[in-house]
């Protein structure tokens, strides 16, 4: 059975403050891992990250892909309170189970001013 | 404007009466996918469909039913819900080949369903 595990649950920080989420999986035949970001309503898509792309960035956001201890972190700089989301972490994977996605349980992000 | 769209938004129902959550897309997505969202387990796949009369279940498909006769729509039938079905749900859809390059999915706004 696929599996996918964030951690810490929750975080609580303020404004200016650098945190780290990380999200560890164990699946069969990994083909991608993704964030998102989920404020009141859907799900948006922050990052894909594969065994050719181990690393992505954009503006305070960053995130790296470490396939030898199959997990990734997402590190947020510098935060502001619109960062205050659940912030999930999924797998996709390949072969015949091919447009199959496990989620993680999500990190609740609070960012106090 | 680009979107998904899911109906109903909200639902109170009881035990044992058949609904269905429709959920349509004019992005023409190949991909298309169901997922519930229950507090401290994250979101779960239901059901996803790589293209039209293509479908296959995700982790937690008991209870659930899907059907893709069109591209653009993805209909999820609750044939006997049950108060464990209770929760929040989403239908998303992906250029699957997009996909596998951006990995975006587009998720609708999200149905509560509430089973008493």
């Known amino acids: 059975e696929d599996k996918v595990v964030q951690s810490p649950l929750s975080l609580v920080v303020h404004e200016g403050d650098t945190v780290t989420l990380n999200c560890s999986y164990e699946?069969?035949?990994?083909?991608?891992l993704l964030w998102y970001k989920q404020e009141k309503k859907a799900p948006t898509f922050l990052f894909m990250l594969?065994?050719?792309?181990i690393e992505k960035k954009s503006g305070r956001l960053s995130s790296i892909l470490d396939k030898k201890e199959l997990s990734s972190i997402l590190n947020i700089t510098a935060t502001q309170t619109g960062d205050s989301a659940i912030y999930l972490c999924a797998v996709a994977v390949g072969g015949t189970s091919y447009g199959k996605l496990t989620f993680g349980q999500g990190t609740i992000l609070t960012v106090h001013p | 404007e680009a979107q998904v769209t899911q109906n109903p938004r909200y639902l109170i129902t009881v035990t044992g009466k058949k609904l269905t959550v429709t959920c349509s897309q004019n992005?023409?997505?190949?991909?298309m996918s169901w997922y519930r969202q229950d507090p401290g387990l994250g979101l779960r796949q239901i059901y996803y469909?790589?293209?039209?009369?293509?479908?296959d279940k995700g982790d937690v498909p008991e209870g659930y039913k899907v059907s893709r006769k069109e591209k653009r729509n993805f209909p999820l039938i609750l044939e006997s819900p049950s108060p464990n079905q209770t929760s929040l749900y989403f239908c998303?859809?992906?250029?699957?080949?997009?996909?596998?390059?951006?990995?975006?999915?587009?998720f609708g706004e999200g149905s509560r369903l509430t089973v008493l």
């Open positions: 594969t065994s050719s792309g």
């Open positions: 992005m023409n997505h190949e991909y």
């Open positions: 469909s790589m293209n039209v009369e293509v479908t």
């Open positions: 998303a859809s992906s250029l699957w080949g997009s996909a596998v390059r951006t990995g975006e999915l587009f």
């Open positions: 699946v069969t035949n990994f083909r991608s």
